[in-house]
């Protein structure tokens, strides 16, 4: 039996990995950088909707592979180190180091996250997606699926999937909040209003 990708190894390729911004090199060789234009997120949509279909559908499979690059690494006898791994491709992909700390907001990557061991993860995002896009606002959508997915992944899975579902949703949930621009607003009200425009509809402020 080979033995087993020490973790050290396992959590720095999981959020090298991930940190890898393949939609920003998608869209920068021709021109556009996804942190200026429409709702400032670095991902294989801002990808489809700034260069075509082709070029977004090979930016999100990259993102999706990179999720899986930890959990895969830990294999199921260690999922705990599955859950942090998962966890640190998107952290790298919404924080990554080659953007000065800009990114996605990470649905792709945590879906391949969960692919290995918590598959129904990856179907409860994809369903989120899909059914957001089909109502006119995909965030929204998402955003559904994140508040459902530790309950139903404990439900279906266990604890061991519901730290992996939980690991992969924090970064995503945070990321929504913080953006890749500042709030501009100074005041209270503006202010509470914007973080909660970004949370709910997945957006940084100039495009609210």
Do not use: Q
């Amino acid at each position: 039996m080979a033995a087993a990708t020490p973790a050290p190894v396992v959590l720095a390729a999981a959020y090298l990995a991930g940190s890898v911004p393949f939609s920003h090199l998608a869209t920068r060789r021709r021109g556009v950088d996804l942190r200026t234009v429409g709702s400032g997120t670095v991902s294989g949509t801002g990808v489809f909707r700034s260069v075509g279909f082709a070029a977004g559908m090979t930016a999100g499979i990259a993102d999706l592979l990179k999720g899986a690059v930890g959990p895969v690494l830990a294999g199921r006898d260690r999922p705990y180190l599955a859950a942090a791994s998962g966890g640190l491709a998107v952290v790298g992909h919404n924080w990554s180091p080659y953007l000065s700390g800009a990114g996605g907001r990470g649905v792709s990557t945590a879906m391949g996250a969960l692919a290995p061991t918590a598959p129904a993860g990856s179907g409860l995002l994809l369903a989120g997606l899909a059914l957001g896009r089909a109502a006119g606002e995909s965030a929204i959508g998402c955003f559904i699926a994140d508040l459902a997915m530790v309950p139903v992944l404990k439900r279906v899975g266990g604890r061991h999937a519901a730290a992996l579902g939980a690991a992969v949703v924090v970064p995503m949930l945070v990321k929504r909040l913080t953006g890749n621009a500042p709030v501009a607003e100074k005041s209270r009200g503006p202010r509470l209003r914007a973080y909660a425009a970004r949370l709910l509809l997945d957006r940084d402020t100039r495009a609210t």
